[in-house]
């Protein structure tokens, strides 16, 4: 264990060396790293895509799930969309030395604040290997230096990442050590990780429920996390049925694994008779698997498979082709489930009511609201940010897809000209 410490503590004295300088990077050598990195993603996808193939059989043959398992694979498609999300962080607006709230006070002080790094950023995360690329990529653009610590279960591709964006971005001019890589996978090297608040100035989790609650309860520096995605998707009674089919289709079944997917269908009982063999043919032949509530199972069952749903099944969130329904009869009732069951993740209305659509975005507690939209955009690269370090729930500094901006914080800049406080 002793020289895995010594690793992570060397690493992380050359991370904190390393964010002074890039703290001060001109913008064009930022992103001409970038650009880089976009480029040695694809031209270097084979040394990348042999290391995850490796990563994916023993995590099959280990037992791993099938949803844990589609967040680990790569592939050719996956590697030129994260190609294409680090050349669009490129293309974004450097938010390092950005002014703002600049005003002269009646003393003639003239008094803004402008926007700095955080420092170092220490990411610990679980099976997805893209995390790897889509932080460390926001940090540098962001001058931050970024300590990585991902999964035993992708270590090979996280390792094969993290070489090539190493090495390319320090072709361009990045200052040795701005990305760290720890290989070694001691749990107990996390617990060390988290007392190092000296070197390390903000923790982001990336991972299941269990990492997340014990990297926020044992850190000593500030944490920004990812929290569980559960979301409802709301049919009202004024819903086009033809546009709430289509939503609840892709927001279920698009990429069913990950935290923007819907997990829980709530339906008006005004329209439930006509709208939910609809929707339930749809998710039928995408293999949705359907629990239901006593309601919605009396109209299904006769034509469809489904299940009956349990108290477990409301606020779970599922990353599989499963879905609760229930049906409601008001918009109360629905804005009373999503407050009970829901995680402040991203939930839908469908409606062609305005003041029921207003009432919906005003009284839903979570980080993105939808009026007539998919949930499934909820997400750094849909939101023009590039990419994401995770989706916060959090009510404070950064809430939903993290991007560049919140991986910034800012200093108060005051001009004078001898002034002196009586």
Known sequence: MQPAIDELKEK??????????LAHLPTEVKNEALLNIAESLTSREGEVLDA?????????????????????????ARLQAMAQDVRTVASLPDPVGETFDARVLPNGLHIERRRVPLGVIG????????VTVDISTLCLKSGNAVILR?????????????????????????????VQFIESTERALVNHMLKMKETIDLIIPRGGEELVEMVTENATMPVLASGVG??????????????????????????????????????HSDIAEHYLPLIAKEWAKAGVEMHCDERAL?????????????????????????AAIKVVDSLDEALEHIERYGSGHSEAIITEDYSAAMRFLEEVDAACVYVNASTRFTDGGQFGLGAEVGISTQKFHARGPMGLKELTTYKWVIMGSGQVRP
Request: aromatic letters at 6%.
């Open 230 to 267: 559960v979301c409802h998707t709301y049919v009202d009674s004024s819903a086009d049925l033809e546009k709430a089919v289509a939503i609840a289709y892709n927001a279920k079944v698009q990429r069913p694994t990950v935290c923007n997917a819907l997990d829980a269908l709530l339906v």
């Open 298 to 322: 009396k109209i299904l069952f006769s034509n469809f498979k489904v299940a009956s749903a349990s108290e477990e099944d409301w606020g779970k969130e599922f990353l599989a082709l499963i």
């Open 150 to 178: 991902g999964g035993k279960e992708a270590l090979r591709s996280n390792a094969a990442l993290a070489k090539v964006i190493k090495e390319a971005a320090e072709a361009a001019g990045v200052p040795q050590g701005a």
């Open 12 to 21: 992380a004295r050359a991370a904190k060396e390393a964010s002074r300088r």
């Open 52 to 76: 995850n193939r490796l990563d994916c059989e023993e995590a099959k043959a280990g037992g791993m799930g099938e949803a844990m398992l589609d967040r680990l694979l790569l592939t050719s």
């Open 123 to 130: 990411a610990i995360y679980e099976s997805r290997p893209n």
